[in-house]
């Protein structure tokens, strides 16, 4: 049994689609989320700027007393996981690793899409993470950089004209690759589930990193016995702008209403 907290980090808000998860596979659990809302979007940054502010996210979760650090935030994971867990003395678990080896599991062909950031993209992360698992997998990665604007502004649900537009075009070598498999390589685009799935078709597995990630840290804390048994777990966030803005905007990417304390951080210091 261990009471510690588990800290939660994105480039902003997409990462509460995996705290979502973790909360229901863990509900026991203490979860601090820290969202760098003043400095979103890390997608389109270079691996250096990246990896800075990922030093500090991770230092300010540090702040508290934690038994694991979840990047919820693809472009982190793909860029920056050696680094941090070289850094760290606790267990870090990234998106990158358990999204592959759920495609890898799921493609039927041998033939899996990323759709990411572009960081994530240039990364070669996720296609060097599958080529282990498997060399016979083919990977075709696209970098989709207007969905994540589209999802911070509402306009992920289908039948919404210019989420539908962007898609198509972005899906289109998708389905002229003939993947059956895709990797939802960031953790917004849980968000454009149904606008993706309803473009590519029943036949497309669809993985939603964030998930995957949530299950394999909920994983690791049963089989190490590291769960806060007996106790109701509860929820802090931190976000580097404004924290009254926060509660309407993460409604939709928790799934509900922003279920504990909202406080700004000056990032920055750490
Ligand atoms: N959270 C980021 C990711 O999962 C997307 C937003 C950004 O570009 O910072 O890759």
């Keep these: 049994m261990d ?15 995996a705290l979502r998860e973790l909360r229901r596979l ?16 890390y997608g389109g940054r270079g691996k250096d700027t990246i990896l800075r502010y990922a030093r500090q996210d991770v230092a300010f979760l540090r702040t508290f007393d934690l038994k694991a650090v979840v990047i919820a935030c693809g472009t982190v994971s793909a860029n920056a996981l050696t680094e941090l867990r ?8 990234g998106v990158v690793e358990p999204a592959a080896r759920a495609a890898v599991a799921a493609t039927r062909k041998g033939k899996v899409g990323l759709i990411a950031t572009a960081a994530s993209v240039r990364s070669g992360a996720y296609e060097k993470a599958i080529a282990a698992l498997d060399p016979g997998v083919e990977v075709r990665s696209d970098a989709c950089p207007l969905f994540v604007p589209l999802v911070e502004n509402g306009r992920h649900r289908p039948g919404d004209p210019v989420v539908e537009l962007v898609a198509r075009e972005y899906l289109a ?24 799935g309803g473009i590519m078709g029943p ?25 806060a048994e007996g106790q109701a777990g509860s929820r802090r966030y931190f976000v580097s702008d404004s924290a009254s803005d926060f509660a309407a905007l993460a409604a939709p990417f928790l799934g509900g209403e922003v279920d504990g304390p909202v406080e700004r ?3 920055e210091k750490y």
Aim: with cysteine; hydrophobic share 45%.
């Design 3 to 17: 009471k510690r907290a588990i800290g939660v980090f994105d480039s902003g808000l997409g990462g509460l689609t």
């Design 26 to 41: 863990l509900p026991g659990e203490e979860l601090v989320y820290f969202g760098d809302t003043g400095r979103v979007p």
């Design 86 to 93: 070289a850094e760290n003395d606790l267990p870090i678990f």
């Design 173 to 196: 070598p998708m389905q002229e690759a003939g993947v059956d498999t895709l990797v939802l390589g960031c953790t917004h685009y849980p968000l454009l589930r149904e606008v993706i």
């Design 203 to 227: 036949g497309v597995t669809l993985i939603d990193t964030g998930a995957v990630c949530a299950a394999e840290t909920a994983r690791f804390l049963v089989g190490k016995g590291l769960l």
């Design 265 to 267: 951080v000056d990032i």
